[in-house]
Structures are given as C-alpha cells and as structure tokens.
C-alpha cells in the first residue's frame, strides 16, 4: 500500500524539481501553483507528517537494540535520546551533513 502513495510522489517531486529547480520542496511547488497561504498549509502538514514518522524510528532502534543485547532499564531511553540528537545534529549540519549521515546510516544498514 505504501508503494500506491509514495512512488507518485517521488516521480512528481523528481519532474518539479527538474522543472523548477528551487530549495523548499514540495512546499515551494505547492506555494507556486497555488499561493503563499495553501503553500503554508501544505509546509504545515508536511512537517506533521515527516515529525509522526521521524518519531518511529528511536522506537524501531531501540527494539533493534534491545534484541541485540538485553541491557538495564536506561539504557533504551539513552539510546533513543542519542538517536533522536544525532538526527538532529545532522540535520543542523544542513543538507550536504544530513546527506553523509544517510549515507553512513544507509550503508551500516546494508552491511551483511
């Protein structure tokens, strides 16, 4: 089901981008084809989404971790909490610091 939602997605972002090649994404196309105020509107419901989502993946880890090696009571929250302040520390690195991290967190991931 995700596939029915996310690859037309990713193809229309792709043919924006290369037909208007301007930084803020899917908010900046929206605020061009509609105004500033639907734009807004689309940029506050997309940081929503993308904050509900980012808030799977301390949980995903730490059950990761947690299967891996059984530990004490904190460490499952000190694990979340380093998760969540190296995701944004790349973050606030701008996007050529959030790129290298996805690529190391990519390949760490795909290592046999």
Known sequence: MPLLFCVPVALITAEL???HPVSG?????VER???AGVGLQNACWVLLVVLADASIYPQLGEAYARELVPSNRWA????KVAMVLATAAAHAGGASATERASAVVGASVLWP
Request: avoid cysteine; hydrophobic fraction near 65%; charged fraction near 0%.
């Open 33 to 35: 084809a509609f105004g």
């Open 76 to 79: 499952p929250v000190a694990l």
């Open 25 to 29: 994404g899917q908010a900046a196309f």
């Open 17 to 19: 981008a290369g037909m």
